[in-house]
């Protein structure tokens, strides 16, 4: 998307914005350039910046580069402005869709992009600026299955109150507004329909890619049917499945009165008094500190789910964004220094330049995510990431200097968040209701590992 025109294209007698034809989309991926500038301190004079460019080109088949569109078109970040299925018609035109814009914003943003052509996209009207973003297990890629994050997924997808329609059309854009829930039907209650609520399966999983970062539509029916076994929904018709979901228009489901009750659409008296137990408790807790909160809300997916969409409203994301991608970085690291064989010396240049790449990214001057930290650091990290590599020796020596920095920086911006973040964030009246249970597991953790530390 960066390096395609993204200009309008005449579709039935009138012109579509940031669009582009299935042959400029084949052609462009089939030699496709992504060039990426690096600021670094001159090794001769700290106070000037040098600015590298690397250009990498990648080529691919034609009808690799179509299998790869129909697979952006599969996971809703593209979509035809014509209702055209496949890129077979080299004139079809496509434009991002409102989750296809939000995506690329990311990206940019995390590689400091600043295109003309990629920015007017980005502040269209259609680009939703929120997603729900999923926290997926860093080994395997799965989403995470554990009760919490189900909840707070449902919570998202049936809205703060109930989206109320009667439209039950197919447009490709009717769910391009991300802040409000699946399209439900209002229902008068009878003992032959005993719920309030309902909606059919391919509005749900429609909704469900179309606000999510989910990229398979499997995915999309993994989750309805995580919603099925909890309970959170069921089927209309007692003969549908009551745990595998069906992504069906003529198949409906209700929201039961527990779904309700997650939603945050009725009073659950039970949680209300957990809640003020939970809030005395946590005024009288004095080894729950906000350090053991941190390290619980970041291995907890639902919590750090909740705190990545907290610190995304207020301008801080880099920061958890950061804290993250050093541990990925430490088990690469670790990896490298002790493999054995003809592979290691490779295996130590990818991880340094992993480094540079997460330097670029957070550390290094005017960076897109530039982090808040300590001068005196900031310094010592700009002065080894210039300095010349040498031989194999060399370059693992400088490996085990930029990984020990890195766990400097880490540990500073999680003193960082605990200190500031957190505490503003478990006082949210948006968030707080939902953190359960926190502070209890941070009084369990007081005798983990010290904060900031890699396990």
């Known amino acids: 998307m960066v390096s395609l025109p993204l200009t309008p294209h005449r579709v039935r007698f009138r012109m579509i914005d940031f669009t582009f034809t299935s042959d400029e989309a084949v052609t ?34 034609k009808e690799m580069a179509r299998s790869v569109c129909q697979k952006f078109l599969e996971a809703k970040f593209v979509e035809s402005v014509e209702g055209k299925t496949d890129f077979t018609n080299k004139s079809s035109v496509w434009q991002l869709t409102p989750k296809g814009i939000h995506i690329l914003e990311r990206f940019c943003t995390r590689n400091g992009i600043q295109s003309a052509h990629v920015k007017a996209v980005i502040d269209s009207v259609r680009n939703p600026h929120i997603l729900v973003v999923l926290e997926r297990n860093t080994e395997t890629d799965k989403l995470h299955h554990d009760e919490q994050t189900v909840e707070i997924i449902f919570r998202r997808f049936v ?30 209650k009878s003992n032959s329909r005993p719920f309030d609520w309902s909606f059919n399966g391919r509005n749900a999983a429609q909704w469900l890619m179309d606000c999510s970062t989910m990229v398979d539509p499997r995915e999309a029916v993994e989750v309805g049917s995580l919603f099925l076994q909890l309970k959170l929904i069921a089927p209309v018709d007692a003969r549908n499945s009551e745990v595998n979901f069906l992504p069906q228009k003529q198949v409906q489901y209700y929201i039961t009165e527990h779904g309700e009750v997650v939603a945050g659409w009725t009073a659950d008296t039970a ?21 053991n909160r941190t390290n619980v809300i970041i291995r907890n997916p639902s919590w750090r789910l909740l705190y990545r969409e907290f610190l995304k409203e207020t301008m801080c994301e880099e920061n958890l ?12 690291y670790r990896h490298a220094v002790s493999e054995k064989g003809d592979g290691k010396v490779e295996t130590i240049r990818e991880t340094l330049a992993a480094a540079y790449g997460l330097y670029n990214a957070f550390l290094a001057p005017g960076s897109p995510n530039e982090l808040n ?31 020990g920095l890195f766990e400097k920086a880490s540990t500073s911006i999680f003193k960082l968040m605990s200190s500031d973040s957190v505490p503003k964030f478990i006082k949210h009246p948006k968030y707080a209701p939902q ?3 926190l502070d209890a597991a941070a009084a369990l953790a007081y005798a983990a590992p010290a904060p900031g530390s890699r396990s």
């Open 28 to 61: 462009n991926l089939g030699s496709l350039k992504f060039s990426q500038s690096n600021r670094m301190p001159d090794p001769k004079d700290s106070s000037r910046v040098v600015t590298t460019t690397t250009t990498t080109t990648f080529s691919m088949a």
């Open 159 to 188: 809205g703060a109150s109930a989206n109320e329609t009667q439209s039950d059309s197919d447009s490709i854009n009717e769910f391009s507004n991300c802040t409000i829930g699946v399209k439900l039907v209002k229902n008068r």
């Open 271 to 291: 949680a209300v008094s957990l809640d003020s137990t939970a809030a005395r408790s946590r005024d009288g807790m004095a080894r729950d500190s906000n350090s």
């Open 321 to 332: 964004s950061f804290y993250l991608e050093v541990k990925e970085f430490d088990r690469q």
């Open 373 to 403: 930290i300590d001068h005196a650091l900031r310094t010592q990290l700009a002065t080894r990431m210039t300095r010349a590599v040498g031989d194999d020796a060399a370059m693992l020596q400088s490996l085990n200097e930029v990984a």
């Open 435 to 437: 953190l359960k249970g």
